[in-house]
């Protein structure tokens, strides 16, 4: 038997609409944070993952991955990068100069 899809409830209130419509329109972002920017907002519109995969030619998981952050850390702490394990840095920026 086959369990049904459950959509996330994804808030996103006015100013972090504005703020993801910006960067979604941005040419000078990153593209990583674009891309999820244009996830968000069409998750919103359309709550389903495999439509919006459909829509912005990705696969369903990174929309469910993108979607899943989003609800735990908020939409605008969805678009960056966690960081990653391993070891610190030995050379920072305090140790260049300027």
């Known amino acids: ?9 994804l808030a996103i209130d ?7 419509t910006t960067i979604a329109r941005s040419l000078t972002a990153p593209a990583s944070r ?3 920017a244009h ?13 919006v995969s459909q829509a912005l030619w990705l696969h369903h998981q990174t929309v469910q991955r993108c979607v899943k952050k989003a ?9 960056d990068d966690r960081p990653r394990p391993g070891r610190e840095r030995r050379i920072t920026m305090e140790y260049f100069p300027t």
Do not use: H, K, T
């Open 71 to 79: 609800v735990a850390l908020g939409p605008l702490g969805a678009l």
């Open 14 to 20: 006015d100013d972090e609409l504005a703020q993801l």
């Open 39 to 51: 996830i968000l907002l069409a998750y919103r519109d359309e709550p389903c993952f495999f439509a």
């Open 1 to 9: 038997m086959v369990a049904l899809r459950q959509a996330l409830a």
């Open 34 to 36: 674009v891309e999820r």
